[in-house]
């Protein structure tokens, strides 16, 4: 029988002090952990980036870029900000640890190091690590699979990538937060992967619907939803999901909602969706050209579908770029 290999976990350890650097290793890679060392804090910066450890361990007073400074900008940026780490201190004063806290630090040592501690909290952290990156990984197949079910479909190739970055533009048009727009993007990528539980002969098929096959393609926001509810970290994206077939006047589907009941979220996927879905190709049409899309969209503002503010909104991005 084949042993699995285990993954050896990568730590950072970023001091200014050449023997702080070789005391922290000599404690830890004995216990199996591949050691990469910086010596002052723009090289933690680089490595952090090129080298994608699991922990940082980080001095503060260091001369140049201090260690508060480097955990402010690992912890804001997209690539870095789920790396746990540990702020080292010789400092003691309660304004420096809440220092510490405001730019993001996950945990605290104080010098001199004891290494029963030292140990304690690299486990600790190093356990958080691992079950975040194992609902990350959870997350992409996820994503993987709502593309991979698009590109089977000529005619559905790139919608979701096109409404996800049509959506992303019009949150950042009407002002919502970078977080609600990173929200509605993902669930742009994802609005549309119920459909795996829907028949392909319905969803390629090129003459009109029976009732009894339109009832099951309205089924695909509430089953997409249902795909991605196991997953915690999908808790924003999935009312989007469930709702972007509602319509403004309570007459969509699945749950009848209207007006400011439905998520914002939802309301601008839907406006995208539209758009889309009239200057794509479909089995049963050809693509709409963009002006007769806008005039369409014009038409349907007062009709109860969408809200008229988003599609006033959406057709005047449209018509900047």
């Given at each position: 029988?084949?042993e699995?290999?285990?993954?050896?976990?990568?730590?950072?350890?970023?001091d200014?002090?050449a023997?702080?650097?070789?005391?922290?290793?000599?404690?830890?890679?004995?216990?199996?952990?591949?050691?990469?060392?910086?010596?002052?804090?723009?090289?933690?910066?680089?490595?952090?980036?090129?080298?994608n450890p699991?922990?940082?361990?980080?001095?503060?007073?260091?001369?140049g870029l201090?260690?508060y400074?480097?955990?402010?900008?690992?912890?804001d940026?997209?690539?870095?900000?789920?790396?746990?780490?540990?702020?080292?201190?010789?400092?003691?004063?309660?304004?420096?640890?809440?220092k510490?806290?405001?730019?993001?630090a996950?945990?605290?040592?104080?010098?001199?190091?004891?290494?029963?501690?030292?140990?304690?909290r690299?486990?600790?952290?190093?356990?958080?690590?691992?079950?975040?990156?194992?609902?990350?990984?959870?997350?992409n197949?996820?994503?993987?699979?709502?593309?991979?079910?698009?590109?089977?479909?000529p005619?559905?190739?790139?919608?979701s990538?096109?409404?996800a970055?049509?959506?992303?533009?019009l949150?950042?048009?009407?002002?919502?937060?970078?977080e609600?727009?990173?929200?509605?993007h993902?669930?742009?990528?994802?609005?549309?992967?119920g459909?795996?539980?829907?028949?392909?002969?319905?969803l390629?098929?090129?003459?009109?619907?029976?009732?009894d096959?339109?009832n099951e393609?309205?089924?695909?926001?509430?089953?997409?939803?249902?795909?991605?509810?196991?997953l915690?970290s999908?808790?924003?994206?999935?009312?989007?999901?469930?709702?972007?077939?509602?319509?403004?006047?309570?007459?969509?589907?699945?749950?009848?909602?209207?007006?400011?009941d439905?998520?914002?979220?939802?309301?601008?996927?839907?406006?995208?969706?539209?758009?889309?879905?009239m200057?794509?190709?479909?089995?049963y049409?050809?693509?709409m050209?963009?002006?007769?899309?806008?005039?369409?969209?014009?038409?349907?503002?007062?009709s109860g579908?969408?809200?008229?503010?988003?599609?006033?909104a959406f057709?005047?991005?449209?018509?900047?770029?």
């Open positions: 029988m084949v699995e290999k285990k993954t050896r976990h990568k730590i950072l350890l970023v200014d002090n023997a702080n650097v070789d005391l922290l290793e000599a404690y830890l890679e004995p216990s199996g952990y591949d050691i990469i060392k910086a010596y002052d804090g723009l090289e933690g910066l680089s490595l952090a980036h090129d080298e699991d922990l940082i361990l980080l001095d503060v007073m260091m001369p201090d260690g400074e480097v955990c402010k900008r690992l912890k940026d997209e690539k870095t900000r789920l790396v746990p780490i540990v702020i080292i201190t010789a400092l003691s004063d309660l304004d420096d640890k809440i510490g806290l405001d730019v993001g996950d945990d605290f040592l104080s010098k001199p190091i004891v290494r029963p501690e030292l140990m304690a690299v486990r600790s952290l190093l356990r958080i690590k691992t079950l975040h990156d194992d609902l990350d990984s959870s997350e197949i996820i994503f993987t699979l709502a593309l991979a079910l698009e590109a089977k479909d005619y559905t190739r790139g919608h990538e096109r409404v970055a049509l959506a992303l533009s949150a950042r048009k009407t002002g919502l937060s970078t609600t727009q990173k929200i509605v993902k669930a742009g990528i994802l609005h549309d992967i459909k795996i539980g829907v028949r392909e002969a319905i390629n098929k090129v003459s009109n619907l029976s009732n096959e339109y393609i309205t089924k695909h926001p509430a089953i997409g939803a249902n795909i991605c509810e196991p915690k999908l808790a924003d994206i999935i009312p989007i999901i469930r709702h972007h077939h509602e319509r403004y006047d309570g007459k969509g589907h699945p749950d009848g909602l209207s007006n400011d439905i998520p914002i979220g939802a309301m601008i996927i839907a406006t995208a969706d539209t758009y889309d879905a200057t794509s190709a479909r089995p049409r050809s693509a050209s963009k002006e007769t899309a806008f005039s369409i969209m014009e038409d349907e503002k007062n579908q969408l809200p008229p503010f988003l599609v006033d057709l005047e991005m449209m018509r900047e770029e």
